[in-house]
């Protein structure tokens, strides 16, 4: 694959289809307001940020430019699926809540559109997680999809002028059902949050560490949870990490 082709990945061809990196369940949501809870996840392809540290770059990192040096192969790991069959797959996990991450999903939420509209008659809510910068669909925003929304600090690495849109934030934060959830690795970082959700008057707020191990988890959890508390947010650990570590599809 050439540099150049390599910086693209693969286009859905057809409205009721998405571009998919996998699927799974039923396991847990490990993070945020439902961490716990029983669900499914589908994972979709693509992002339209570089997060250094990002714990899923065979989403999206073609060049080898997140820190684990690796550039996918995104013929290898994204697969056009029709929107019938990712809907019969979450159907057979026989779970309540399906949780769409990425990658960015919201790139690809016109072709979501169908697969919400089905799981909804079977009584499936959604839960969609986006980094904060693309503006939700109004047919998207309705009861039983929750926006879990992280926008991400300079410490991910992006310009800010890439990874915080105001305008997207502030569409975000009047959907009926949302949480803003910050990615931090010391208590310095929640000076940076807090400037944001002052800006855009941002709510409610969860604080989670990032790490890809235990070990990590609980050192920055020590260090975060009682400037968290003392500021009056939410904190979260990663509890897939916890129970399976930093392992694909868990």
């Known amino acids: 694959m050439s540099a150049q082709a390599a910086q693209v990945a693969p286009v859905a061809p057809a409205a009721r289809t998405l571009l998919v990196s996998e699927m799974f369940g039923p396991t847990v949501q490990g993070e945020g307001p439902s961490a716990g809870r029983r669900c499914g ?4 392809g693509g992002c339209n940020l570089h997060c ?4 899923t770059p065979y989403t999206w990192d073609w060049q080898g430019q997140s820190d684990t040096g690796i550039a996918y192969d995104a013929g290898a790991e994204l697969t056009v ?12 996990m026989r779970v ?12 690809q939420q016109r072709r979501l559109l169908p697969v919400v509209d089905m799981l909804a008659r079977e009584g499936v809510g959604i ?6 910068t693309i503006e939700p669909h109004g047919d998207l925003v309705r009861p039983g999809v929750r926006f879990n929304v992280s926008p991400k600090l300079a410490h991910a690495s992006d310009p800010l002028r890439r990874r915080i849109r105001p305008a997207a934030l502030h569409a975000l934060n009047h959907t009926p059902d949302v949480a803003f959830k910050f990615v931090c690795r010391d208590p310095g970082d929640l000076e940076e949050v807090a400037g944001l959700v002052a800006e855009f008057g941002l709510r409610p707020v969860w604080i ?13 959890l020590t260090w975060l949870a009682d400037a968290v508390v003392d500021r009056g947010w939410n904190l979260s650990t990663r509890l897939h990490v916890i129970a399976w570590g930093d392992k694909r599809g868990a």
């Open 52 to 55: 250094s540290w990002c714990d």
């Open 96 to 107: 309540d809540l399906l949780v769409v991450t990425g990658g960015e999903p919201l790139r």
């Open 81 to 92: 699926v029709d929107v019938e069959t990712v809907v019969a797959s979450v159907l057979a």
């Open 208 to 220: 989670m560490p990032e790490g890809r191990s235990p070990e990590v988890l609980q050192q920055r």
């Open 41 to 44: 996840f589908l994972r979709l």
């Open 127 to 132: 839960e969609v997680e986006t980094n904060g």
